[in-house]
């Protein structure tokens, strides 16, 4: 596990994560991204995709529902403010209806990292997205 304190890596790790393909993490696997907005969809989807991932896109907290009640996801990423709705609440309600089974990461614009760990997201990642966050956040949710 790689250690990260405020979206800070070791400048070797940082090299090294740069470098490294994301297939590693993703080859065959479904991802969710609920609440994206157009920049992160944009991102997420070319990372993923480049990686032998797949990825599905829900905007608002009903179509996640719908979709989540059709579909299992080996990773599902969420918007921290999903349809104005605090994420960590709704983790905790979609959770509680077995919705939820895999692990969440939280894309966020501001620094939430201990509630939303606290709450129940594997992992927290800020924006701006750039691939050696993406990457440090698929390491440990994976690899643990």
């Known amino acids: 596990m790689m250690a990260v304190k405020n979206d800070v890596l ?12 994301m297939n590693h993490f ?20 070319y990372m993923i995709n480049e990686s032998g991932g797949v990825l599905n896109v829900t905007y608002n907290l009903e179509d996640m529902r719908k ?10 990423l969420m918007n921290s403010r999903l349809a104005n709705e605090n994420a960590m609440g709704v983790l905790e309600q979609l959770r509680k209806e077995s919705l939820i089974k895999s692990p969440v990461i939280a894309i966020s614009s501001k620094d939430m990292v201990g509630r939303a760990i606290h709450s129940g ?24």
């Not at 080859?27 to 989807?45: I, P, Q, S, T």
């Not at 997201?121 to 690899?143: C, D, G, H, I, W």
């Open 121 to 144: 997201f594997a992992y927290v990642l800020r924006r701006p997205l750039e691939k050696r966050k993406v990457l440090a956040a698929l390491s440990t949710v994976f690899q643990n």
């Open 10 to 21: 070791a400048n070797s790790v940082e090299k090294e994560l740069a470098l490294k393909p």
């Open 67 to 76: 979709t989540l009640s059709k579909s299992r996801y080996d990773l599902i």
């Open 26 to 45: 993703l080859e065959g696997k479904r991802v969710l991204l609920a609440g994206a907005n157009e920049v992160d969809e944009m991102l997420m989807r």
